[in-house]
């Protein structure tokens, strides 16, 4: 079957099924009443008791009956069905999540990189301090130091790395959903790989990505689809390119207009850094 023919939609019940439905049902509903005849016969028969003639006579199943089963056999057949197995709107509601826990793991992120701002803001002073043409500079360093927390301690150290990391693993798990649902290619293969066995997203058990072998798995119960994501990898040269020309970036205490005394203005571009 054409992969197209995913994106046509049949009614659930559509006409041909409801007249199969009611031609057979009429079959049934004499077959009952054969049972039963045949069951209440038998019985009565062992017990000396005679049935009227006629009485299985409801019971008899019609050439029309018959006729309109075969020809209702004949419309399903002849009708082509297909359904839509749900990839799209499995990999974007993937991709979703993904993106919340990438924007979780900044946010933590953030809240790790709170003692390596003191850690810039001590370096930047004593910057000012080298290059100031007398001691008030030193001082007011020393006053900052004695202040403020800026002693970096291991677990600030762990904090921060670990967040950094999980930046990294969350992005990755985004960046692998993002790439196939975004690829027209992958989202037909995985749609008719789950059309072939009869399946939709929604029966999906797991699904992943294995940043070692970069391919994303999604696993049912009695199959699965997979997908190499190597092409998609952005090296560390790339990656810091494209961070370099964030917001995250220029707002940071490393986008130069952190310590600018107009830090608004700076970012503007009218003033100075």
Do not use: H
Not at 7 to 26: C, F, G, K, R
Not at 46 to 65: F, H, K, N, R, W
Not at 119 to 144: C, F, G, I, K
Request: glycine share 6%; proline share 2%; charged share 15%.
């Amino acid at each position: 079957m054409l992969l197209a023919s995913l994106l046509v939609s049949v009614p659930a019940y559509a006409n041909e099924i409801s007249t199969l439905i009611t031609t057979s049902q009429s079959i049934r509903d004499s077959f009952k009443y054969g049972i039963q005849a045949v069951g209440g016969a038998q019985s009565y028969a062992l017990q000396g008791g005679i049935v009227e003639s006629g009485t299985v006579d409801p019971g008899l199943i019609s050439y029309a009956q018959a006729s309109a089963y075969n020809n209702a056999l004949v419309a399903v057949q002849n009708t082509v069905y297909t359904y839509d197995p749900g990839a799209q709107e499995y990999l974007d509601q993937q991709a979703d999540l993904a993106i919340n826990e990438v924007n979780m793991a900044v946010d933590t992120f953030v809240q790790a990189a709170q003692a390596v701002i003191e850690v810039a803001t001590v370096n930047e002073m004593a910057q000012d301090a080298q290059n100031a043409p007398d001691a008030r500079e030193s001082m007011a360093l020393q006053e900052y130091i004695e202040a403020n927390d800026v002693v970096l301690d291991d677990a600030e150290v762990d904090f921060y790395n670990d967040s950094l990391k999980g930046v990294e693993t969350a992005a990755q798990i985004a960046g692998a959903y993002m790439a196939v649902a975004n690829d027209a290619d992958m989202v037909a293969t995985a749609n008719q790989t789950a059309y072939d066995m009869r399946a939709t997203y929604a029966e999906v058990s797991n699904s992943y990505f294995d940043s070692v072998s970069g391919q994303l798995f999604i696993d049912f119960a009695n199959f699965g689809v997979s997908f190499a994501l190597d092409s998609y990898y952005k090296g560390s040269v790339e990656v810091i390119n494209q961070g370099s020309q964030t917001e995250f970036f220029r707002t940071s205490p490393e986008g130069q207009c952190w310590f600018s005394s107009d830090p608004e203005g700076c970012l503007n571009g009218t003033t100075g850094s």
